[in-house]
Structure formats: C-alpha cells, structure tokens
C-alpha cells in the first residue's frame, strides 16, 4: 500500500526513530556487517544463511496453517524436514535441489491480514526498524516460534540472535546502492509494498519490481 493511501499520522516520531536507527547502524550494525563478509568465507556465510531460512520454515509452516494454505505447508514442512535431515541441519538447501523451492515466506502479519485485522499506521520501531500496528503482535509470535527462544542458555540464545542478526545486515549490504532519495520515504515504499506483495501472494503489481534483498526489511 503506497504511502498516499495509508498516511503517515506518526511520521514525525517515525523519522526521530529512523535517525536514531540510522545512527546505530552506521556505528554498530554496519561496521560488524562489513567485517562479517571480510572475515567469513562466502560458502560459510551461505551456509548460515541457509541455516537460519531453514529455521524459519517452522514459522512459514504454523502461518501456513493458520491460513488453510495446507498443500503450501505440506511443502514447508518437507523443505524444513529434508534440509534438517540430508542437509545437515539446514546449511546446505537440498530441498530446492530436489525441485521442492522456497516459498516468499509466511509470517503472522499476514495471517491477520487474511483474517481481516486493519493495517494501521506505518511505524519505526527502534532497532527493529519498519512495521505497522497490525506487524507488532506478529513480532512476538514469530519469534517464539524461532529457535533461539527455545534454547534455556541465555549465552548461546544471544550469541544465535546475533549472529542472525549480523547475516540479515550483510546480505543487504549489497542493496544499498539501489536507495535514492529521501530514505526514509524510499524504505517506507518498499516496506510497505512488499507486505502487499506478500499479503497478496504475489498478485499484485507495484512500482519497484523484484525487491530481491530489499525482502528482509
């Protein structure tokens, strides 16, 4: 949904909170990004890439099903049971070799979407960057299906986050180069077409194409 459609009622508050998430990630975020692709050989960091997406089936699967999208779910769970299996715990993705591809992904946003709950205004949140009030519970449920919060050491719970977190960062370094203009209304685009684009399973047309590593944000 463009912004003209939706509006942007918070957009002074959104902009404080972009600038503040801009400044972290020139100091932190981005620094530890750079140093991540120069220290790690590229077949390893395709590997933590396919773990983590690996992961991320269980949460495609439960939003599968809370969808009724059940033959979409029979093809998520055999993904995540063979990439698990033969694919050594999901760092090799053997599951598309074998012809069974990866879906764009269901989270619970898009599952209230299809149960009808509103949107609501676009949101900057702090650190976590852009969302609207219907994405704030799906946040939550989300992550509890991750694996990172069924582990009970805290130490190697943060170390999992962090480490995920650092290979969100560095597969969007590359997409930098296609940002122009007001940033902030740049990402507030593309954020908010691509929920649309998933929401709609793809059916719908807008203005920036395939976002290809634009889809983390």
Do not use: C, H
């Not at 939706?6 to 990630?25: Q, S, Y």
């Not at 975020?29 to 991540?36: I, N, V």
């Not at 599952?111 to 509103?118: N, S």
């Not at 960057?129 to 919060?149: I, N, Y």
């Amino acid at each position: 949904m463009a912004l003209d459609d939706l509006g942007d009622p918070l957009r002074d508050v959104n902009r404080a909170v972009f600038r503040f998430n801009e400044a972290i990630d020139n100091a932190v975020a981005k620094p530890l990004a750079q140093g991540y692709q120069r220290a790690v050989p590229t077949r390893l960091q395709w590997g933590v890439s396919n773990f983590f997406s690996n992961i991320g089936e269980l949460q495609n699967v439960l939003n599968d099903l809370l969808q009724g999208k059940m033959f979409q779910a029979g093809r998520d769970s055999s993904r995540f049971l063979i990439n698990t299996t033969v694919g050594m715990g999901g760092f090799f993705d053997v599951a598309s070799r074998m012809g069974i591809a990866a879906s764009d992904g269901e989270d619970f946003g898009q599952t209230l979407a299809v149960w009808g709950v509103p949107q609501g205004p676009y949101l900057m949140l702090p650190l976590l960057g852009p969302s609207t009030v219907r994405e704030l519970p799906s946040r939550l449920v989300d992550r509890w299906v991750g694996l990172s919060e069924q582990l009970d050491d805290v130490a190697a719970r943060n170390a999992l986050l962090g480490l995920q977190l650092v290979d969100t960062r560095a597969r969007l370094l590359n997409a930098e180069a296609a940002v122009s203009g007001d940033r902030y209304l740049f990402l507030q685009q593309v954020y908010l077409q691509r929920r649309d684009f998933l929401i709609n399973d793809g059916v719908i047309e807008d203005d920036f194409g395939d976002f290809g590593e634009y889809d983390d944000y």
